[in-house]
């Protein structure tokens, strides 16, 4: 989605007077019906424009019999706790869920707790604490917040500066497979528009990406699931063609941002004159051009259905900005606290040592994540619901496309979130229940001898809650 303003300046000498004519105006959105189709999409009940990573989601399937419960207000009466634990207790006794382990199942309509064991316990939560990350941005930003990379003019005659904001969908390719987001190519053809319009043709190109701060690596250290986290980075530092799942990245995402834009303007007959350079944008510098991310939502959703960890911690820093802390695992951390505890849910042990789940120092209680999932649901917080419409759906899409799929009572019903480290397995999300009940439920396993015993174990679980009626299953 491109921005840009395209003002003819008079013959004057000097990139510095010619490009503040162009600027003068402000910056125009030449791309706000694309921005308008992928908030419509954001809306939609097939759960977003992002909602699938992988090609176009297939459609998963109503249940004629359910939605009309759902409709009437649950005139049939609700599943019983005695029920439900009938049905739980001995799935959870699996040794395939290894020694520690919490669960919890809440109605989200009424808040009452169906079902609970362990589910104060604080546990490493792996990949479901992208549920806390999602619903603490969209708390903070609101889910049509966009994130910005811009180009301003330099300190210096015939200089401009590639400025990085955040965005973790900006991409160098001419049509990004993974969904709508910035676009450094069509932020490049408007920037050249804008410089010829002003007369002028060879510039130098500087590039910021002072917004993050802190160490850039994760924790982990190098990892294919993820590249430093950097305020400038095209196409999520891949170095193949992919949108999703574990691939190589570049250890200089901002450098080699950089390095694109500049062949992209020199495409578009801009010369950049030597190599791209490290700099800061001048305070309050109009731009030249602009991009936008895609809304909030659809980044959450994207981030949720393919388990994007890029995304998560980008998301993350967002949150600290909003709040003012730095934009650092140390005030993403600080910042995402802060948010949750204004949306009143028990953070007693917890830890966000990171957006994406893969510090182990991460602590979050299956409470926790029921908690936060019927806030999601709750109509008086609109703002949460992608938190739910990202959440892959069982059989169909994102991770878990292959789980509980095909004859499972569990498919097309059931959605959640994937956690996976090693020894870490869990899973959190919301199923309807055979009275048409929306129930938000998370169950959590420490010490797991193999992911595979353990996801099974967990559909499991998360099958049983889907078809469990008043009277047991």
Do not use: C
Not at 55 to 73: C, D, E
Not at 284 to 295: D, E, F, H, I
Not at 315 to 328: E, F, H, I, K, Y
Not at 388 to 409: C, E, H, I, K, M
């Amino acid at each position: 989605m491109r921005t840009w303003q395209l003002v003819a300046g008079s013959a004057v000498a000097g990139l510095a007077v010619a490009v503040s004519a162009v600027v003068a105006a402000g910056p125009w959105d030449s791309g706000q019906r694309k921005a308008e189709r992928a908030r419509a999409a954001s809306r939609s009940g097939a759960g977003g424009a992002d909602h699938d990573g992988g090609g176009r989601p297939q459609t998963a399937p109503s249940a004629p019999g359910v939605l009309p419960q759902l409709a009437v207000g649950g005139a049939r009466p609700a599943v019983s706790p005695a029920a439900l634990a009938a049905a739980l207790k001995p799935l959870l006794a699996d040794p395939a869920l290894g020694a520690a382990r919490g669960a919890s199942v809440v109605d989200t309509a009424t808040g009452t707790v169906l079902y609970e064991d362990g589910a104060r316990e604080p546990l490493t939560p792996a990949s479901t604490v992208k549920i806390v990350t999602a619903a603490a941005a969209l708390a903070a930003l609101g889910p049509e917040h966009r994130i910005e990379t811009t180009v301003v003019p330099g300190a210096t005659a015939g200089s401009v500066v590639l400025v990085g904001g955040g965005d973790p969908s900006l991409s160098a390719r001419k049509k990004n497979p993974a969904g709508p987001g910035g676009s450094l190519v069509a932020l490049a053809g408007d920037t050249a528009q804008a410089l010829k319009a002003a007369g002028t043709t060879s510039v130098t190109l500087g590039f910021d990406d002072a917004l993050y701060t802190g160490p850039a690596r994760h924790p982990i250290g190098r990892n294919v699931n993820l590249a430093p986290v950097s305020a400038l980075t095209a196409d999520e530092g891949r170095t193949d063609d992919s949108f999703s799942g574990p691939v190589d990245r570049t250890d200089t995402p901002a450098e080699d941002a950089a390095a694109t834009f500049a062949t992209l303007l020199r495409e578009r007959g801009v010369e950049v004159t030597g190599a791209p350079a490290r700099t800061k944008a001048p305070a309050g510098a109009k731009p030249l051009a602009v991009t936008r991310s895609t809304p909030l939502a659809g980044l959450v959703e994207r981030m949720l259905t393919n388990s994007d960890n890029d995304i998560a911690e980008a998301l993350a820093r967002q949150t600290a900005l909003a709040a003012g802390q730095p934009a650092s695992f140390e005030g993403a951390e600080k910042a995402v606290t802060a948010k949750l505890a204004g949306l009143g849910v028990d953070l007693t042990g917890t830890r966000f040592a990171d957006g994406s789940g893969l510090n182990r120092a991460d602590k979050v209680s299956a409470g926790l994540l029921t908690a936060l999932l019927a806030k999601a649901a709750d109509p008086a917080r609109p703002e949460l619901r992608p938190v739910l419409t990202g959440l892959p759906v069982a059989g169909f899409t994102g991770t878990l496309r292959t789980r509980n799929a095909g004859t499972s009572p569990a498919a097309g019903l059931l959605r959640a979130k994937t956690g996976t480290l090693s020894g870490v397995n869990s899973l959190a999300g919301t199923v309807v229940d055979p009275t048409g009940r929306l129930l938000a439920f998370a169950f959590l396993a420490s010490d797991t001898p193999s992911a595979e015993g353990a996801e099974k174990a967990l559909d499991k679980l998360a099958a049983a809650v889907a078809t469990t009626g008043p009277g047991g299953s």
